[in-house]
């Protein structure tokens, strides 16, 4: 695809033609190396971490300034499926931020948190980006210091829905960025090995938050979050809880999500769940080689003619899936 297909270069003098041609690569080359597809696949996140990451080449005034006229040639064009509303947002955006800013991805399911949370953000001249939890970016995941998430947002029976999208990013995404959660209610050991898991680094409660939001942005620009607010690692709870050092909470609570609420709601016995005997093998294996439960005690069949289940009793089960989900009597 040629400039000239992609602008309307009537106007523009041989150097000016040249230099948007030099920027037009750019912005390819920058889409190439992020493995988005090309330049109509480009989002406004896009275009803002495109933006913020020329400010921090030392590109100069001039070129951003030409850069963003550039991108709305494209708009006029139709060559690129940002709008022009969203393309003056990123704009504004990236014009308040001051040049080292902390770069911070807000992710809440709520408009109002996603809303108030940027214009804390913004305000302290953080570079600032919102986002629904299922729609976090892969192409940028990396882009960020900091991922604020607010996971109390409930998907069917569970309460932290969120914490599915940050599980389904990988473990890539969160070694490299710090992962902030926010919660409301109790913290438990096990709601912690949930965090832990899905590579949370810092849980900070909203009451907290609700005190200090005044200090929000210095607190991530200095990298100063309350020791108190740190999590320990998965293993080190693993050990607490009881739990195998090997697996994933997520893998039963995926599993559990597949049968129905009252299973794990109720306080039916199980021989009469709405549920199979097959359907219970199966979540007991699940819990015992996917998520670390282990099996019971051998030392209670010791004198015992049934030989000890290799896969942990249903009650355990149960317990574990209602913890992880903080379901309580």
Not at 135 to 155: C, E, G, K, M
Request: charged content about 20%; hydrophobic content about 45%.
């Amino acid at each position: 695809m040629t400039l000239a297909v992609e602008l309307d270069t009537d106007s523009l003098s041989t150097s000016s033609k040249r230099a948007y041609l030099a920027d037009l690569a750019d912005i390819r080359s920058w889409c190439a190396s992020r493995q988005i597809p090309g330049i109509p696949a480009l989002t406004a996140l896009d275009a803002f971490v495109y933006l913020v990451e020329q400010r921090r080449l030392g590109r100069a005034h001039a070129t951003l300034r030409r850069r963003r006229t550039l991108l709305r040639k494209l708009i006029a064009h139709g060559s690129v499926a940002i709008s022009a509303g969203e393309l003056g947002m990123v704009e504004d955006r990236f014009q308040k931020m001051g040049d080292d800013a902390t770069t911070v991805l807000v992710v809440s399911d709520d408009a109002i948190i996603r809303a108030g949370l940027r214009a804390v953000l913004t305000d302290s001249r953080a570079g600032c980006w919102t986002e629904e939890s299922e729609r976090l970016s892969r192409p940028t995941a990396d882009f960020w210091d900091y991922v604020l998430i607010w996971i109390n947002y409930r998907h069917g029976l569970d309460p932290y829905g969120p914490l599915r999208h940050i599980n389904s990013m990988g473990s890539t995404f969160t070694a490299q960025t710090p992962i902030v959660a926010v919660y409301t209610g109790r913290l438990t050991p096990m709601l912690q090995l949930r965090l832990a898991e899905a590579g949370v680094r810092y849980a900070v409660p909203h009451a907290w938050l609700s005190d200090h939001l005044h200090l929000l942005a210095e607190m991530l620009d200095t990298a100063s979050v309350p020791i108190q607010f740190h999590l320990d690692t998965a293993l080190a709870m693993r050990q607490r809880l009881g739990l195998s050092l090997s697996g994933t909470i997520d893998a039963l609570l995926s599993a559990a999500a597949e049968v129905p609420a009252v299973v794990w709601t109720g306080h039916l016995p199980q021989t009469h769940l709405p549920i199979s005997r097959t359907e219970v093998t199966r979540l007991r294996r699940i819990a015992g080689e996917l998520a670390g439960v282990p099996g019971p005690d051998f030392s209670k069949y010791a004198t015992s003619a049934k030989r000890a289940p290799e896969t942990p009793e249903w009650p355990r089960v149960r317990e574990v899936v209602r913890q992880a989900l903080n379901l309580t009597d």
